[in-house]
């Protein structure tokens, strides 16, 4: 009798055990990614006059904190449908934003609150309010 009150103990235990490790971890807030912060930016793409393109104006975005400048516009393009053309993956150069492409004369330049961006735009985390501002100049 004593050896079956003894089993159906550990059974209680252990099933208890398993009910609160299971249902404890599910409010844990890093599960379900509520832990995850986020910040607000804003992006401009000035496209040339002479682009069939309108340009795009303070468009807000809502991204994970320490985002970079190449992630917005990765994200951007991925909301909107707008092809992106990079070069180099290692140090990555926007050779083209929709139908608007660079060369020898003309590239993408990448200003972070009115500042050039000198940094490899894959590198240069951004900050809560941060506005990217790309436009198409002479090289």
Not at 59 to 81: C, D, H, I, P, R
Not at 110 to 131: R, Y
Request: charged residues 20%; negative net charge.
């Amino acid at each position: 009798m004593k050896k079956r009150t003894g089993q159906k103990l550990f059974i209680f235990l252990l099933l208890t055990v398993l009910i609160v490790s299971v249902y404890g971890c599910a409010g844990d807030p890093s599960a379900d990614g509520s832990d995850i912060h986020t910040i607000r930016v804003s992006l401009t793409i000035l496209y040339p006059e002479n682009a069939d393109q309108k340009p795009i104006e303070n468009y807000s975005m809502q991204v994970e904190e320490n985002a970079t400048v190449m992630q917005v516009l990765e994200s951007y393009s991925s909301q909107e449908g707008v092809q992106i053309q990079v070069e180099n993956a290692s140090s990555p150069k926007v050779a083209a934003i929709g139908n608007v492409s660079a060369d020898e004369h003309m590239m993408w330049r990448c200003m972070l609150n009115d500042t050039d961006v000198t940094t490899i735009i894959s590198d240069q985390e951004l900050k809560d309010g941060d506005e990217i501002v790309w436009s198409f100049v002479e090289a």
